[in-house]
């Protein structure tokens, strides 16, 4: 019974990759809600939230201007506060540095630079 159970284990895995690989593919974003400054399509796919926009090109401004994590974060607060919470650097720095600014749609390993 282990076996079978592994193998179906293995099976399900493989069925659930295939099906990330195809969906980042299309360019879908595969997270239960868009990056900061993002809006969702009806294909899964993301686009530009007009207001937040805005935010997140400033955001990228005032980092390469060399302003503090911490700075920024105030900043945020201020101009767009968070639903569940405060900005805090650590939060920031990861959305600065996501690949999905520069247009890539990924999933784990799996990217689509398209």
Known sequence: ??????????????????????AVSRGVHIARTPIFGYRRREDGGLEPDPEKAKVVRELFRRRAAGEEWRSLARWLDEVSPRENGTWIAPSIRSLVRSRTYLGVARSGDIENAD
């Open 1 to 22: 019974m282990l076996a079978l159970a592994e193998l179906e284990l293995d099976r399900t895995r493989e069925n659930w990759r295939v099906a990330r690989e195809h």
